[in-house]
Nanobody, 130 residues
Framework: EVQLVESGGGLVQVGGSLRLSCVAS????????IGWFRQAPGKEREGVSC????????FYTGSVQGRFTISSDNAKNAAHLQMHSLKPEDTGVYYC???????????????????????WGQGTQVTVSS
């Protein structure tokens, strides 16, 4: 059974920073993509960022480009999302996701790719206050 355990959410002021982490277990294929989706109140889940484990390729949705950085620690099957210059519109529940890396990253974790996700974490709340 695949398990994704997130940590690092919280409350931060506009312009602040947070770092999310996700540790994956139970996935037998080394060739996977791991990353985050988020869901704001009253909105659909949207892809934020992901990284391929074997190639280290990354994807960012346009609204976070230049502010968020994703990285992976393959030895620990972990991924991290460093978020800077946070805005109120970044508020939401952030879900760690993992899927087999069998499609281009934008198709796995783009803004409208939630139906492509194979495994979801429980989610962690990020609140950016103005």
């Amino acid at each position: 059974e695949v398990q994704l355990v997130e940590s690092g959410g919280g409350l931060v002021q506009v312009g602040g920073s947070l770092r999310l982490s996700c540790v994956a277990s139970g996935f037998t294929d080394d060739d996977y993509a791991i990353g985050w989706f988020r869901q704001a109140p009253g909105k659909e889940r949207e892809g934020v960022s992901c990284i391929s484990r074997t190639e280290g390729r990354t994807f960012y949705t346009g609204s976070v480009q230049g502010r968020f950085t994703i990285s992976s620690d393959n030895a620990k099957n972990a991924a991290h999302l460093q978020m800077h210059s946070l805005k109120p519109e970044d508020t939401g529940v952030y879900y760690c996701v993992l899927s087999a890396y069998d499609k281009p990253l934008p198709e796995l974790c783009g803004p409208y790719a939630s139906d492509q996700v194979e495994h979801w974490g429980q989610g962690t709340q990020v609140t950016v206050s103005s």
